[in-house]
């Protein structure tokens, strides 16, 4: 038989007669490396593994990054159909560019109204994906998005949900918004742009609006993707790029809505579509790292410990001939079989958490391949299984190549204070990791608390919000939207559960916003010329069903409203930054093609998150929407706060909504309370995940320093029994050990506060007002991990204290 065999049965053998060891060690490396795993095979799926688009390498997505201007800071936006028209055919350094806009659609027909994610993509959007139709065919490259020549791509989700039986490609239609579709073709079941929730493509031409406008409102703005050339750098695109947006946008062509110093961007596809979570990925695995490093440094203490009692057996085998080397390789089996046994469990636990992991971390990532057990997944776990072994092996082999043979069967203590030492260094590694869960938790949570701390300028308690949009083609003319919302309301208000109703047209933690240009008629403080706000059609109860706070002035009246009097209410900080000190009460507005008088200030109401900045905003009857914006009031959110549930409002909700049309859906129903909470979700999560792992990191710290200075007693109990003979005090053997603890405490923190800082600096994108440095997180950090080391210490200094050095000196 072989060494190896030899070793390997021998190991398991030794493994079995200690079973409670056996299971401690290995259940501590099953959780461990299976996190590890399941977090690795994450963003193996998401961050390295191919898209399902050929040479995804040449993707790049477009934006134009723009130069601050007044109190509008630098931010990226998208560039203008005109630019892209002109990039399309001046194109040298690209083979294709391809523009989309996502946009929601009202489904009817075939099982009632539905409200379905869509997008408006270029015609050459496929081509440039190298992605063609499961079924049918393509947008045809001459497609013109016309009232006249609808066509539309669905997807295999919504195809097999809503056309299973009878579909005929090319013949069969479907009704998005009141108007006919074509459907010329299914996609396949693993194509998702833009998004995951995407069911269906219409067509999407440039050059409506290619010619450059004074009026930059009225021009359309969409993201875009490009394919580069072969042999083509992104900087030579970025150039092109820059060139037509140059060309677009000169001084001669009139826009008024350009910089200096915008430029334009290009991102790898990937990059761009992975940026939201690539922070967060790494994150976890760096703490779950932090934890296996952690436990492997456990792991070695308890085998010294476990082994000490074999020192006598181990001695004998060496002193009859016995080779060290090996004696070593047996111990370093066991402990490489115990890690590659744990690693192979916790592969199959990653199998079982692959589809499931994604949505506890709530990750909005790329489609995940059904399979989580690619070789590279394979591979990272049956590496860290390996190095695992060896780390926590390495103390124990080092102890059997530095035995004293002669003391071991005397069966003396304290035969080897150097491995202590090395023993001593690993719980030193422990601490320093450490504190850098413990400082990365604290950051968050700080991050998290700040944020929860924010005033979102309503009071969402008892609210209920829901999303109206009414067909253009049958609510598009003047008085049509304004009756079904005047009908609605007329409806709900006296119900007895409800305090008060109204609408607005973008509410809170909502998915967009839009910006109007605007003047100020009279004022001292003239804004830029390109002041731009965002428009809010509302109604008289808006005010109070979003629990909206009035600072000064008042709200709309019903008499306002009745008459479509052109009033507005603004928010602060349209008041701060284009009325400066002067009072808004009186200040006429001029927007689109008609004035609005302030009567009112509101609170500022934030539209994207508690993490957002509030944006300048005006509020207006919906009653006035043609006079003001030339436009209908068809897509407008329903707040209603409640007396009690608000939930249970749903059913009447619905009801009065299908008895004013029945082809009207009500979409996105949520309690404001539930928006908010989602709002701050993964701030949450991501403060409570490595807060988990910091906790379990300070155990096992704790559960090394009582090891390590429990071990390094046993090894020095002559020595103690002497100090103790000699007329030591109990008080000074405890500050002995005690201090000793301090001390290793004191290393870890000058190891793992640079560290700490290091991380804390890559979580930047995932605070919110708290600096990688923040004083009061490393301080908790450091008083956390001093405190753990003095209590571990407390048992080992206690036991030190109270030897007996009579019984010690008989024994010798």
């Not at 403080?525 to 069903?545: I, V, Y």
Request: charged fraction near 20%; charge should be neutral.
């Amino acid at each position: 038989m072989s060494s190896f065999s030899q070793d390997f049965f021998q190991s398991l053998r030794a493994l079995a007669r200690r079973p409670g060891f056996t299971v401690v060690v290995g259940g501590t490396l099953v959780i461990c490396l299976g996190l590890n795993t399941a977090i690795f095979s994450i963003i193996d799926a998401v961050l390295f593994r191919p898209l399902p688009f050929a040479d995804v390498d040449q993707i790049a997505t477009v934006s134009l990054l723009r130069a601050p201007a007044g109190d509008e800071p630098a931010g990226k936006t998208f560039l203008d159909s005109a630019t892209l028209l002109v990039w399309q055919t001046n194109n040298k350094a690209i083979e294709q560019l391809a523009a989309y806009h996502e946009d929601m659609f009202t489904l009817t027909g075939l099982g009632g109204a539905e409200r379905i994610q869509g997008a408006e993509i270029s015609p050459s959007m496929l081509q440039l994906l190298r992605t063609a139709p499961a079924l049918g065919q393509p947008i045809p490259a001459n497609s013109q998005r016309t009232r006249s020549d609808h066509i539309a791509l669905l997807s295999h989700r919504i195809w097999q949900r809503r056309f299973s039986t009878g579909l005929e490609i090319g013949k069969q239609t479907l009704t998005l918004d009141g108007a006919s579709y074509t459907i010329v073709g299914i996609m396949p079941e693993s194509f998702s742009f833009p998004s995951k929730e995407t069911d269906v493509w219409i067509p999407l031409v440039l050059g409506n609006d290619a010619q450059p406008s004074e009026d930059s409102i009225n021009r359309d703005y969409y993201p875009a993707l490009v394919r580069l050339r072969p042999g083509v750098s992104i900087e030579q695109a970025v150039a092109e790029g820059q060139a037509a947006y140059n060309a677009v946008n000169e001084p001669s062509s009139g826009r008024t809505d350009i910089e200096a110093g915008d430029r334009v961007v290009l991102t790898p596809f990937r990059s761009e579509i992975t940026a939201h979570v690539r922070p967060a990925l790494l994150t976890m695995l760096t703490a779950a790292a932090c934890l296996l490093a952690i436990a492997c440094a456990n792991l070695a203490g308890l085998f010294l410990v476990r082994n000490a009692s074999r020192e006598h057996e181990i001695a004998m085998r060496l002193a009859l001939g016995g080779s060290r080397t090996r004696v070593a390789c047996q111990v370093l089996t066991e402990c490489v079989l115990l890690s590659l046994s744990g690693g192979l469990i916790g592969l199959v636990i990653t199998g079982w958490t692959h589809q499931l992991l994604p949505r506890i971390l709530l990750i909005d990532s790329p489609p995940l391949d059904e399979t989580a057990f690619s070789a590279s997944v394979f591979l990272f776990s049956l590496l860290a299984a390996l190095v695992a072994g060896l780390s926590f092996g390495l103390l124990p082999v080092l102890r059997v190549a530095r035995l004293d043979i002669a003391g071991a069967l005397r069966g003396a203590p304290g035969t080897v204070m150097a491995t202590g030492s090395g023993h001593r260094r690993f719980v030193v590694l422990e601490l320093a990791l450490t504190v850098v869960l413990l400082t990365c938790a604290g950051i968050l949570t700080r991050s998290f608390l700040l944020l929860t701390a924010v005033d979102p300028g309503f009071e969402p308690e008892q609210v209920l919000a829901g999303s109206i949009n009414l067909e253009p083609s049958r609510y598009g003319r003047q008085g049509k939207s304004e009756a079904f919302f005047d009908e609605l309301l007329t409806r709900l208000e006296p119900h007895p559960g409800v305090v008060a109703a109204g609408v607005v047209s973008f509410p809170p933690f909502g998915s967009g916003f839009s910006l109007i240009g605007l003047d100020i008629i009279g004022s001292a403080n003239t804004p830029a010329k390109d002041a731009r706000a965002c428009p809010q059609l509302t109604s008289p109860g808006f005010l109070e069903a979003m629990g909206l706070r009035l600072v000064e002035g008042r709200w709309l009246s019903e008499a306002d409203h009745v008459d479509g009097a052109p009033v507005a209410i603004v928010n602060k900080t349209f008041a701060h930054r284009f009325l400066g000190g002067e009072s808004p009460i009186g200040q006429r507005l001029a927007v689109g093609t008609g004035e609005l008088e302030v009567v009112g200030v509101v609170d500022d109401m934030l539209l994207f998150g508690l993490d957002s900045d509030p944006k300048a905003a005006f509020f207006f009857s919906y009653r006035s929407a043609f006079r003001i914006i030339d436009a209908a009031p068809s897509q407008l959110s329903l707040v209603i706060r409640t007396k009690s549930e608000p939930m249970a409002l749903a059913p009447f909700l619905r009801e009065s909504i299908a008895a004013i049309d029945p082809e009207t859906p009500l979409d996105d129903l949520m309690l404001m309370e539930d928006k908010l909470t989602t709002s701050v979700a993964k701030p949450r999560l991501y403060a409570a995940i490595v807060g988990v792992f910091a906790g379990l990191a300070t155990l096992l710290a704790a559960a090394g320093v009582y090891g390590v200075l429990a071990y390094g007693i046993r090894e020095r109990t002559r020595e103690i029994g002497l100090r103790i003979a000699l007329g030591a005090k109990r008080r000074e053997i405890v500050e002995m050990v005690v201090k000793s603890a301090i001390g290793m405490a004191a290393t870890g923190l000058i190891l793992g506060v640079p560290a700490a800082y290091g991380i804390a600096r890559l979580l930047s994108s995932l605070l919110f007002k708290v600096a990688p440095f923040d004083p009061l997180a490393y301080s908790v950090a450091i008083v956390l991990v001093v405190g753990i080391a003095i209590l571990a210490s407390l048992g080992p200094a206690w036991r030190a204290s109270h030897l007996d050095p009579r019984a010690l000196l008989r024994h010798e």
